[in-house]
């Protein structure tokens, strides 16, 4: 077992922090009352905290911290199975794994994305961060740029298609 440190600690958090909001929403659509989903979400947090030595950080952090949600969750339904309760546990641990494999491809899809903005020309970078980084409406952000909402709207659908495109050949190069 490694000595602990604080370092190790602090990457822990930040390892656990990051994977909160996807680690819940995988909970929840799986775990039909939200209140239930929510404890669950919390003891799943705890054991991963007091099984933080057992994690290898030179492995993906999500899967690891869904296979100690996954046990919460095959438990919940076993001791819930007389209630009549919607999912059978293997139908339990199936969608729990199918959700880290859409997790990963999505992970994959989000940073082709981010490279693919990055290779936008300025103008383009700056109408995809103006629209949808910002709180105004199509409209506004028309008027401001001086331009006619439909000629905002045909900008934006040639960006997306280009996005698309990008990211598609992205994966491709990458094997995914």
């Known amino acids: 077992m490694p000595p602990e440190s604080p370092d190790s600690d602090d990457a822990f ?8 909001r996807r680690l819940y929403a995988h909970i929840a ?6 209140a239930d989903a929510e404890d669950l979400f919390q003891k799943a947090l705890l054991t991963a905290w ?10 993906d952090f999500f899967p690891w911290i ?33 959700l880290v494999e859409e997790d990963a491809h999505f992970r994959r ?7 693919c903005l990055e290779k936008l020309p300025a103008k383009q970078r700056a109408i995809v961060e103006g629209y949808y980084g910002g709180d105004r409406t199509i409209k506004d952000y028309a008027r401001d740029g001086g331009l006619a909402v439909e000629a905002l709207y045909k900008q ?12 598609s050949e992205t994966l491709v190069a990458e094997g995914g």
Do not use: W
């Not at 659509?29 to 939200?34: E, K, Y």
């Not at 919460?72 to 293997?90: G, I």
């Open 109 to 115: 899809r989000e940073d082709a994305l981010v490279g």
């Open 66 to 98: 869904c296979g100690i949600a996954r046990n919460h969750v095959l438990h919940y339904y076993r001791a819930h199975q007389k209630a009549d309760l919607l999912l059978d546990p293997t139908v339990v641990d199936q969608l729990m794994a199918r």
């Open 13 to 20: 958090v930040a390892a656990l922090v990051a994977a909160q």
């Open 50 to 59: 007091q099984e933080r030595r057992r994690f290898d950080p030179s492995r």
């Open 156 to 167: 934006l659908q040639r960006i997306r298609a280009a996005l698309r495109q990008c990211i």
């Open 29 to 34: 659509r799986i775990v039909p009352a939200r």
